[in-house]
């Protein structure tokens, strides 16, 4: 409660203090109401991070002549974020079930990438001994820097996406992935896996970007945190599902069958983008807005191709600004604080599902000593994490904000998003401590509960660190999803060269349990700062 009021106190100083992001909003009513034109589709970009929810809090903020122009959700509840424009190609116009078949092609989309990465780790004994050498060279040279190229992959999907739109790059991104995949699956020899291996992993990250901007593309704010829950649920999952699957095949077949059906699942998504994949990507901030191109089905082709793409960039940030926004993004006190916190929540829990497997199949007293069908059942311990995860986070979040916009009187502020990390660090620890002893004791119910529990843990923070990063930076979307990706990335991809060696020398229960009570140090010290900080921040550092 000390938090919470500290919190609380802080913001009605600075709403005391009358901050200049209201006085901004105020100097912009004005314009209005003297006869200045301002764009309503980027009137919310305006002041980042600070929306009027409430219809009544509009009219007294704004005025009732510009509340009046306002567009309101149909129970007329809501202020819609962005403001729809009364055009049928507007992706907020949209139909639910138009807009639901977009989000499930995202979110099927998204599990490609951990999905692949995963195969490696079902695969990881039968790959030693087809190429002649150990599970660490294995981890090493194919799990680790595949895991490190999923990062850095987003960086320059994003700055494709940005001049060309996102279902042409979405399309030919995972062309490539499901070749080079089928590459793994006749690999004859280790580095030419490993180099398939890290292919796939640098063309296949795409939608762990591509499901942010669709999700704000298609969806109004209020609905955006529980749409990328749905997002979020499927690359989190991702890499638990193949070693799950994939485990009882090796068990019975060649591991070659586990890339080969990695490759039909790939292909299955390419063939889902090209039947019902559609362009989301809409200028809206462009005055006027530009119209098509072409129509039809000549349209649907060149825009999955891309032409489409290449005759709008014109209207698009040129390429220079494409490639600097990344940094200019990533050096912003809020976001670098919140990506340095978010790396190691999800950096240290990509340790666990590399490196159990070799706990789970290494002979006591050391490991487990299972067999491949054992360890492969256990995989679906995380599974079940991240689904309850999804079922938490999913009512949570909704819950924390319609909190907010009540107890803000109708306005929302980024940083109560927050509020999430707090019920998810007692659960991190509490499962990693758990985990740990489970590995250093050998006892199966503490891996399944402690590995569990981990994973809910970050399934909520993970939800939530994506929301406000997204809330506070609303024109940068796709930097913002390609930052979070290559922050958590590159926290875990080398995890996997520390932790068995740490367990082998000083237990897992104390390397899990200094991994957990890192994260929670770190939440702690970020976290709080930023709830008590975040609107100063915003203010100073938000991107005009």
Known sequence: MSILTAVDSGNEKLAGDSSSLEKQASVLVKSVTSGSEINLASFHEKNAGRLVIDPHEAA?????????????????????????????????????????????????????????????????FPLSVQYDTTTGVVNNLTSNWSIFLLGWGSIFSVMLMRRYGRLPILFWSQLLAVAFLIGCAVAPDLNTFAA???????????????????????????????????????????????????????????????????????????????????????????????????????????????????????????????????????????????????????????????????FFGSPPPF???????????????????????????????????????????????????????????????CGYVTLGTGLQHLSTPAVVFGWGIAQIAVMVNTVAVYAYCNDCFPRQQGEISALVNLSRTMGGFSVAYFQVPWANKDGAAETLGVEGAIVVAVGLLVVPAIQLSGRRLRERFSIE
């Open 60 to 124: 007294i903020e704004f005025g009732e002549t510009f509340a009046s122009r306002l567009k309101l959700t149909a129970d007329g509840t809501k202020v819609l974020w962005p403001q729809p424009l009364d055009d049928p190609n507007d992706p907020q116009n949209w139909s639910d079930r138009q807009k639901a078949v977009q989000l499930l092609i995202a979110t099927l989309a998204a599990v490609v990438p951990d999905f692949d990465s995963g195969i490696g780790i079902a695969s990881l």
């Open 196 to 358: 398939m291996r890290c292919l796939t992993a640098f063309f296949g990250t795409c939608p762990q970007v591509t499901g942010l901007y669709i999700v704000t593309d298609i969806y109004p704010f209020h609905l955006q945190a529980r749409k990328l829950n749905t997002w979020t649920f499927g690359f989190i999952v991702a890499p638990f599902i193949s070693p799950f699957v994939f485990g009882f095949l090796v068990a019975k077949a060649s591991w070659r069958w586990t890339y080969g059906i990695g490759s039909i699942y790939g292909g299955i998504v390419v063939l889902l983008i090209l039947l019902f994949g559609q362009e989301t990507m809409y200028d809206r901030t462009v005055d006027p807005v530009p119209k098509r191109p072409t129509e039809g089905l000549r349209y649907r082709v060149e825009t999955l191709l891309g032409i489409t793409g290449f005759k709008m960039a014109k209207y698009r940030p040129g390429w220079w600004e494409v490639i600097l926004c990344p940094l200019n993004v990533l050096w912003r006190p809020h976001l670098l604080s919140i990506l340095m916190f978010e790396a190691l929540v999800f950096g240290f829990s990509v340790g666990p599902n590399v490196t159990n497997v070799v």
């Open 367 to 429: 490991g487990f000593g299972f067999s491949q069908t054992i360890i492969a059942s256990f995989y679906a311990t995380p599974i079940v994490g991240v689904v309850l995860g999804e079922v938490v986070g999913r009512f949570l979040n909704d819950w924390i904000m319609n909190m907010s916009i009540r107890r803000n009187k109708g306005v929302f502020e980024a940083e109560s998003r927050l509020w999430a990390c707090y019920v998810a660090m007692p659960l991190y620890i």
